[in-house]
């Protein structure tokens, strides 16, 4: 992971310069054009950076400095600030996330920007899955280069995500747009083959999601898409049932991904999952010990020692995570930083009704994206592979609530004329 992060942090420091040469370069331009005084004023820079204050901006920033603060209060700041070489996360390694956000909203301005991005996203993940299934021999779960195969997973959701973004949006004209469907079909199933059971929860959420809200709101506008939803819906849930009720049989238990899949059904029985119960159970001590600045970031470990359970170690004998995102964001941020964190949740929320206003069908697949993301947390949590497609996903969030304020502007301007 380290060498990952420590080449993204040198793509984002060289993009820096160029980034801020192309801001001035802005500011510079419409300080020509306008022909005022010499002083670059807040809505020139405004204009350079992104066209308006955004709710989601302003809280992804607000939550990256309580990360700064709740550190000084921590059990060891040096450690949240710059994580271990295993892991090259902490505060720093989010800061540059931060910068890679602030980029890529000032940058991509155009559906076209956008249309290029999907573009790489989508063929990079169609070459790591087939890499991966070459090497399947070597990777009975596959995880292509990420070595484990949960990060793997979370980063073929963003990639399932985006081929439905880029259906939506019709980046290819006529009948060929609907290609898009063979890469996310290759996704899912070596999604599947990930053996990740909080990113199956995730994908089936969101694929649920997207079903109900088609069914329930698109009734009238689009009568097709409603009743195939409706039934895939009805058929979905009825073959889930029908799975966990059946997960005893031979049928399910000689089908390994089956079997698997069930088996949190018996979760004290299943290792993995009693040992997530537990290491949940201590960071909720942890919080109880230090609730308004929690242990730091990066410092769930400490709490994890102070709090050991000796129920857990029969698959991992310790752990650094809380495996929930939440529930780590709570132990080593206290209330401070989860207060911040459901913020920064609430705020992509919040964009994603507005869009709803005028792009129902987007607004829904974007919802269906930031549910899978949010349930997969629940059962991980945050790192370099999951912020490669998530916070492209914000971004886009941010540019279509752009897009949907100047169509809103354009139209009152009408009115007006």
């Known amino acids: 992971v380290s060498g990952k992060a420590l080449v993204f942090r040198l793509l984002v420091a060289l993009a820096l310069f160029f980034w801020i040469w192309l801001i001035w370069t802005r500011i510079y331009t419409d ?12 809505n020139q820079l405004k204009s350079a950076l992104i ?32 994580s271990s070489m295993e ?26 920007d956008w249309k290029l991005f999907f573009y790489v996203f989508i063929i990079i993940s169609v070459v790591l899955s087939v890499f991966a299934w070459f090497n399947y021999s070597s990777q009975i779960r596959l995880h292509a280069i990420f070595g484990n195969s949960s990060y793997f997973a979370v980063f073929l959701l963003f990639s399932i995500g985006f081929c439905a973004i ?13 290609l898009f469907f063979f890469p996310a079909l290759f996704f899912i199933i070596t999604l599947i083959a990930t053996q990740t059971r909080g990113v199956y929860l995730g994908l089936t959420g969101a694929v649920f999601l997207f079903c109900l809200l088609t069914f329930l709101f698109l009734r009238r506008e689009s009568k097709k898409l409603a009743l195939f939803s409706g039934i895939f819906l009805a ?5 889930l049932i029908a799975l966990f009720l059946a997960k005893d049989t031979n049928f399910v238990q000689n089908i390994y991904i089956l079997k698997r899949a069930t088996s ?51 698959i991992q004998p310790w752990f650094d995570r809380a495996h929930s995102q939440p529930i780590d964001t709570l132990a080593t941020g206290g209330i401070v930083l989860f207060s911040f964190y459901i913020f920064w ?22 919802a269906s994206i930031f549910l899978a993301y949010f349930l997969q947390g629940l059962f991980l949590f945050d790192i370099l592979p999951t912020f490669l497609g998530f916070f492209p996903f914000l971004a886009f969030l941010v540019f279509q609530s752009y897009e949907l304020r100047i169509g809103t502007n354009i139209r009152m301007r009408d009115e007006v004329g």
């Open 31 to 42: 300080k020509k054009r306008i022909n005022t005084d010499k002083k670059i004023s807040i």
């Open 345 to 366: 949740l609430a705020a992509a929320v919040y964009l994603i009704f507005k869009i709803a206003k005028e792009k129902k069908i987007l607004s829904f697949i974007l």
């Open 235 to 239: 058929v979905g849930l009825i073959s």
């Open 264 to 314: 949190v059904a018996n979760f004290w029985q299943d290792d993995t999952v009693r040992e997530r119960i537990l290491v949940w159970q201590m960071a909720w001590k942890g919080f109880k010990d230090r609730p308004i600045f929690g242990w730091g970031p990066e410092n769930f470990g400490s709490a994890f020692n102070k709090y050991y359970d000796y129920n857990v170690g029969k």
């Open 166 to 178: 880029a259906i939506e949006r019709k980046f290819i004209s006529g009948r060929l747009n609907y």
């Open 87 to 112: 892991r090259a996360d902490g505060v720093l390694q989010y800061g540059f996330w931060v910068l890679y956000f602030l980029m890529i909203i000032s940058v991509f301005r155009e559906k076209q």
């Open 51 to 82: 066209s308006g204050p955004n709710i989601l901006v302003v809280a992804i920033i607000l939550f990256f400095l309580a990360q700064v603060l709740v550190s000084f209060f921590g059990v060891d700041p040096l450690y949240s600030f710059f």
